[in-house]
T-cell receptor, first 114, second 110 residues
């Protein structure tokens, strides 16, 4: 186990709805990144949060947004869900003390949009 | 970011060494080579990383060629639990994201 926990583990939503996914980072880690993994593909970077601010973003539309809280936990929000948003959403935590420290991933949230 | 090329799949016999190749011919001087793996239905797991020297830890060894255009991840004694998708990633010093490709699906057979 990595110490990174995500909730919920599975979720089914209807197209057009909004969803919030949660991530608790590993103790001592102040940076959280979110990834989307479609079936059969590698994870794709959505964005990273550091000190409660977005610190970089991948090629995802603005309806993907996030938050980081003072305790370094994080949320991923997706508005106006589309069928193609169905994927495994992964959270990874790391520390800024060493830019090359490993990132620890959670088990992911499996989102199905119907 | 430099692009990596990996074989889509490979088989390995249990107890034997597994050698996973990765080509990164456009790698820059400030880019590190990282390896992660993802066991089915789990999040990716860090294995090892290096810049230009060979590296070894309790999980694996990383051999980087002198010109840094390719590398090999070595699992010294593969077990059935090593069956996973293995990702080779090139990451610049000042970058925060991991750019995953399709990886290599490694199947360890008894």
């Amino acid at each position: 186990e990595t110490g990174v926990t995500q909730s919920p583990t599975h979720l089914i939503k209807t197209r057009g709805q909004q969803v919030t996914l949660r991530c608790s980072s590993q103790s001592g880690h102040n940076t959280v990144s979110w990834y989307q993994q479609a079936l059969g593909q590698g994870p794709q970077f959505i964005f990273q949060y550091y000190r409660e601010e977005e610190n970089g973003r991948g090629n995802f539309p603005p309806r993907f947004s996030g938050l980081q809280f003072p305790n370094y936990s994080s949320e991923l929000n997706v508005n106006a869900l589309e069928l193609d948003d169905s994927a495994l959403y992964l959270c990874a935590s790391s520390s800024d003390r060493d830019p090359h420290t490993e990132a620890f991933f959670g088990q992911g949230t499996r989102l199905t949009v119907v | 970011d430099a692009k990596t090329t990996q074989p889509p799949s490979m088989d390995c016999a249990e107890g034997r060494a597994a050698n996973l190749p990765c080509n990164h011919s456009t790698i820059s001087g400030n880019e590190y080579v990282y390896w992660y793996r993802q066991i089915h239905s789990q999040g990716p797991q860090y294995i090892i990383h290096g810049l230009k020297n060979n590296e070894t830890n309790e999980m694996a060894s990383l051999i980087i060629t002198e010109d840094r255009k390719s590398s090999t991840l070595i699992l010294p004694h593969a077990t059935l639990r090593d069956t996973a998708v293995y990702y080779c990633i090139v990451r610049p010093t000042n970058d925060y994201k991991l750019s995953f490709g399709a990886g290599t699906t490694v199947t360890v057979r008894a």
